[in-house]
């Protein structure tokens, strides 16, 4: 993530409970002109996050968020 300026504020701000958000949408609001690499990254945050269950998958590459990024991070 560091390697390509990818934040924590950031991806806290993606986590906005009751939204969907996806793939495309996030790589160009965060990258502008996303390339392979800037995709493929946001892709990987986004999984971790359903992973994590801050998101639920709905279809692939789109996600609904049912937390928010404070909730239960130590």
Do not use: C, H
Request: no cysteine; charged share 20%; hydrophobic share 45%.
């Amino acid at each position: 993530m560091e390697r390509l300026n990818l934040s924590r504020a950031a991806v806290a701000g993606w986590l906005v409970p009751g939204t969907m958000i996806g793939a495309d949408d996030i790589a160009l609001r965060w990258a502008g002109m996303p390339n392979k690499n800037e995709r493929a990254l946001v892709t990987t945050v986004l999984e971790a996050l359903a992973d994590a269950a801050f998101l639920q998958r709905l279809s692939p590459g789109t996600y609904a968020v049912v937390r928010p990024s404070g909730e239960g991070y130590q």
